[in-house]
């Protein structure tokens, strides 16, 4: 009856203690798990780098073609109004002056605001760190 204990001891034993060739493929099978998942995961990132590089250069394409679009109606809106101008009895000098006025106010507002938009940006971190802060009364 020694016989059979001896064995399910050993049984027990060979359980728990991992076998060095059992430990090792099981090292080589993580690793290599790790290996394609690492592979597949930079393979993904290159796949989105190139949509989103592709998608970019759709985006800055249309971004083009509107401009164009942009153009081409204000230029036609311009041509009806003098056309309209002429037609109510203007002459081409005072429609075609009256127009590059308006033109001109609306650049000039198109700039008053640019102005008015860089000046209300803080920086406020930068001017601290140089000094230029206006807040500051110890200077």
């Known amino acids: 009856m020694q016989q059979p204990e001896s064995t399910s001891v050993q049984a027990a034993d060979s359980a728990t203690k991992p076998k060095s060739g059992s430990l090792r493929d099981a090292l080589a099978d ?3 798990s790790s290996r394609r998942q690492i592979t597949e995961l930079l393979e993904l990132i290159t796949l ?3 949509y989103s590089g592709l998608m970019l250069g759709v985006v800055l394409a249309m971004a083009v073609m509107a401009v164009l679009a942009v153009f081409s109606m204000w230029g036609l809106f311009l041509a009806a109004t003098v056309l309209w101008l002429l037609a109510s009895g203007w002459s081409l000098i005072a429609s075609l002056v009256t127009l590059a006025a308006a033109n001109g ?6 700039v008053w605001l640019m102005h008015r938009a860089i000046v209300r940006i803080g920086f406020a971190g930068t001017r601290h760190v140089l000094g230029l802060d206006e807040s500051d009364v110890s200077k």
């Open 30 to 32: 993580v690793l290599e």
């Open 48 to 50: 989105e780098a190139r």
């Open 105 to 110: 106010m609306i650049l000039g507002l198109a």
